[in-house]
Structures are given as C-alpha cells and as structure tokens.
T-cell receptor, first 116, second 109 residues
Framework: NAGVMQNPRHLVRRRGQEARLRCSPMKGHSHVYWYRQLPEEGLKFMVYLQKENIIDESGMPKERFSAEFPKEGPSILRIQQVVRGDSAAYFC??????????????FGPGTRLTVL | DAKTTQPNSMESNEEEPVHLPCNHSTISGTDYIHWYRQLPSQGPEYVIHGLTSNVNNRMASLAIAEDRKSSTLILHRATLRDAAVYYCIPISGTYKYIFGTGTRLKVLA
C-alpha cells in the first residue's frame, strides 16, 4: 500500500542549473498536483495534471517551470536555470480518477530544493 | 474561496484532549471541511473531513457548528507524535487546496 513517492528527497543545485523533481502517485490514482512551500509559509498550488494532460497550471511561474505526467512513468516538475528564490519544499499529491467534491488529495514527503 | 482563521499556536499536555478551532465564516453550502496536519519535514497528512455532521475516525473527531461557520478538530489524547501544524481547508469541488498558516500544536511531555 505504497503512498505517494517523491524523489529525490533533497536536491542541491547551483544557480543556473536544472532541477528535476519526480512524483509517483498512489496506485490507482491518475490525478497529480504539485505544490510549493516556502519557509514558514503554507503550501501554494502550482499545477494539476492528468495522464498526458495539463489541466491547470495557473499557479506555476510562466518562465523556467514546466510539468508533465506521461502515459508511463512518474510526473516530473522541471525547473530550468534555478535561482535562489526557487529554494523551497515541493510537494506532490494525488487523487483517484473519479473526481468528487470531497475528493481527498494524498501528499508525498516532498523534495527539498536548495539553490546555492 | 472561503477564508479561514486559526490560532497561530496551541499547547497541550500529553494524554490530554486537544480542541483545535477553525473559523470559516465565508464557507459556502457545498464546501467540505478538510483537516490536514504537517509533521516536521514531512508532507501534509490527511486527518479528517466533513460537511455538516460531526465525524469520527481513528485519528480524530471533527465537530462542525450548526451554522457551519466554524469547526473544531478534536484529538482525544494528544501524544508527542501529534506535534504538527494543523490546517483546516474548506473545499468545494476544487482541486486547489488553499493552505493558510495553520495552528502549530506543541505537546508537552
């Protein structure tokens, strides 16, 4: 009964490098959400994906950030040319295929990105 | 989106009950009230949710006011492992969970 898996748990990058964060949803879940948490703040929604589709990316910065959820494999959040302000914890959540009002999202342990 | 107000922090002694309040006076009739908690260096963990009636599960109880403008998460016997930030989140057919600053619960041994 594996939960949402994220890797790596910790990622260190220098300014200008690329960061790739991976998320495997719970078994049977086909909806994935990414959130970002800055230090001492609550989580902020970034993007909502279903298999091979981006449903809502309204919370994601327009530049340098992209997300995908391919037919096979994990969801990927990609940050190009990282800057110090990208340092944060990035959480992935998943939910089952049938969306209902009370659907619960289940969160992974997060990836803590540090940009030097 | 419904706004929530929670105390910044609360303390409890171990083995005693804890009542964590949340004010959500702008909640709409179809908003479910979800509670999550976030332990240090972990992702948010689902605790409980409800619409109108009080709810119980193995982790906690949720008491919802009759006018639905507030709710209270009840931990019946706090343990040291319950030390976390607790968030109440009204949800109405949206996937964009809005996390406020939550209540940081300290449990004293």
């Amino acid at each position: 009964n594996a939960g949402v898996m994220q890797n790596p748990r910790h990622l260190v990058r220098r300014r200008g490098q690329e960061a790739r964060l991976r998320c495997s949803p719970m078994k049977g879940h086909s909806h994935v959400y990414w959130y970002r948490q800055l230090p001492e703040e609550g989580l902020k929604f970034m993007v909502y994906l279903q298999k091979e589709n981006i449903i809502d990316e309204s919370g994601m910065p327009k530049e340098r950030f992209s997300a995908e959820f391919p037919k096979e494999g994990p969801s990927i959040l990609r940050i190009q040319q990282v800057v110090r302000g990208d340092s944060a914890a990035y959480f992935c959540a998943s939910s089952p295929p049938l969306r209902e009002v009370s659907d619960t999202q289940y969160f992974g342990p997060g990836t803590r990105l540090t940009v030097l | 989106d419904a706004k929530t107000t929670q105390p910044n922090s609360m303390e409890s002694n171990e083995e005693e009950p804890v009542h964590l309040p949340c004010n959500h006076s702008t909640i709409s009739g179809t908003d479910y009230i979800h509670w999550y908690r976030q332990l240090p260096s972990q992702g948010p963990e689902y605790v409980i949710h409800g619409l109108t009636s009080n709810v119980n599960n193995r982790m906690a109880s949720l008491a919802i006011a009759e006018d639905r403008k507030s709710s209270t998460l009840i931990l019946h016997r706090a343990t040291l492992r319950d030390a976390a930030v607790y968030y109440c989140i009204p949800i109405s057919g949206t996937y964009k969970y809005i996390f406020g600053t939550g209540t940081r619960l300290k449990v004293l041994a």
